[in-house]
């Protein structure tokens, strides 16, 4: 959008365009004018402005009128004869959703060779993780050990103990060097560092496909534990409880779906607070062009901070939203979405991604969380969310061509 149809957009929101017969009066920016706009003809408008009578072109004042037309055209097919015999009619506009054909062949490919895929994709990823010093005590098992016999257990959704037949696989094929016991996968589970080293192994996973993720989308969902929340309600007077949970905050590639930033927080964590965090963690790696987000994250230190990062933040707006702030990249986006809505929702509507992504890995790996502990819950959804890019690596080596190293010499 140039930087007259954004004045133009400006002026379309804040004045009263008055037509008069063929004329728009248009007000302007900088005195207390009119300028005189005909549009009689839509290929050949003109104004009395004098950047027109310079240019000969479309000035802001035509692009305003443009827009005012345009917001009041109705859309609605009507057929009317009247009195002289004659019938109007009204041309309609329809939207055509796109569907694309699945590639059966690559995606029967993906998935007939996933869970080999998954095993060396895991393993390989693993070997990034630095082994922590150890000072004093019984040795350890190898952190990175630990790590991968956690995610695989999340990927094969099940038990425990009824795991341990296929973490025996893997190391007879040579993923993990020391064979641990059920219990030591769950203890360390349980340790609150690990969170730290998944947050990272997850933006480490989504970096094979940076070259192909420019627009990006923010949102939360909840994951179910097995632990009850209690209280008494005061209205119908007695004792209620319902299944606690933990709500995991990421933001997602739209086209792959792949998760690159991850944030968990209790069932009441703000939307809001893990939106900057967010973007920052993916503008490190990735080129963002565009940030789609429902109306909890609209506000101008958000619109800001992905104005800062050079892309476009398409948020929507509550109802109570204005454009008399302070903000100017708010100001310029409000006009956008009165003014030009159908193509502003098409930008914003890449946000169902995000719900797309939560499916897939509440479908594929569960919607509810095994461990008890509250640092276990966390690192749980984290194994989840690893799990799933994985799948989606594998997905798209197959489908895109897409080469899944992780570590470069340089790394």
């Not at 009066?25 to 310079?54: H, I, M, R």
């Not at 560092?193 to 970096?207: K, R």
């Not at 619109?303 to 948020?315: Q, S």
Request: aromatic share 12%; with cysteine; net charge neutral.
């Amino acid at each position: 959008m140039s930087e007259r149809e954004q004045k133009a957009l400006e002026i379309a929101a804040r004045n009263k365009l008055v037509k008069k017969g063929d004329t728009w009066l248009v007000p302007s920016q900088s005195g207390s004018e009119q300028y005189k706009v005909n549009a009689t003809d839509p290929d050949w408008p003109t104004c009395s402005c004098p950047d027109f009578e310079l240019r000969r072109t479309h000035c802001k004042h035509i692009y305003a009128v443009e827009y005012t037309i345009e917001r009041e055209q109705s859309t609605t097919t009507t057929k009317k004869k009247t009195a002289d015999g004659e019938v109007t009619t009204t041309t309609v506009t329809e939207t055509v959703k796109l569907r694309y054909k699945q590639v059966w062949s690559a995606y029967n490919c993906a998935q007939v060779n996933e869970k080999a895929r998954f095993l060396v994709l895991l393993y390989e990823l693993c070997q990034g993780i630095d082994e922590p010093i150890q000072t004093m005590g019984r040795t350890r098992l190898p952190l990175r050990d630990m790590i991968f016999s956690a995610v695989y257990k999340v990927y094969s959704t099940v038990s425990s103990r009824r795991f341990m037949c296929d973490l025996k696989d893997a190391w007879v094929k040579g993923y993990i060097s020391k064979l641990p016991n059920y219990n030591s996968i769950n203890h360390y589970l349980d340790m609150p560092e690990l969170a730290t080293y998944l947050q990272w192994l997850i933006t480490q996973s989504s970096l094979p496909l940076k070259s192909i993720e420019t627009n990006f989308a923010v949102d939360s969902s909840g994951f179910s534990t097995c632990s009850y929340v209690r209280w008494y309600d005061e209205k119908y007077g007695k004792e209620q409880s319902e299944r606690d949970w933990v709500k995991a905050h990421v933001m997602v590639g739209t086209t792959t779906n792949v998760v690159t930033s991850a944030e968990i927080s209790g069932a009441h964590g703000a939307d809001h607070n893990y939106f900057a965090p967010l973007v920052n963690d993916t503008a490190k790696y990735f080129n963002v062009q565009e940030v789609s987000a429902d109306k909890a994250y609209s506000s101008f230190a958000n619109m800001r901070l992905v104005d800062n990062k050079g892309a476009v933040p398409f948020i929507d707006f509550k109802v109570n939203s204005t454009d008399k702030g302070k903000c100017e990249i708010w100001n310029k986006m409000f006009h956008y979405y009165q003014f030009k809505r159908e193509e502003f929702m098409t930008h914003y509507h890449k946000r169902s991604n995000v719900e797309t992504t939560f499916s897939m890995i509440k479908a594929k790996f569960g919607g509810f969380i095994r461990s008890k502990l509250p640092a276990a819950q966390v690192n749980e959804v984290l194994c989840k969310i690893l799990c799933h890019n994985l799948c989606c690596l594998i997905q798209s080596s197959y489908e895109l061509g897409i080469d899944t190293e992780f570590w470069s010499e340089k790394d």
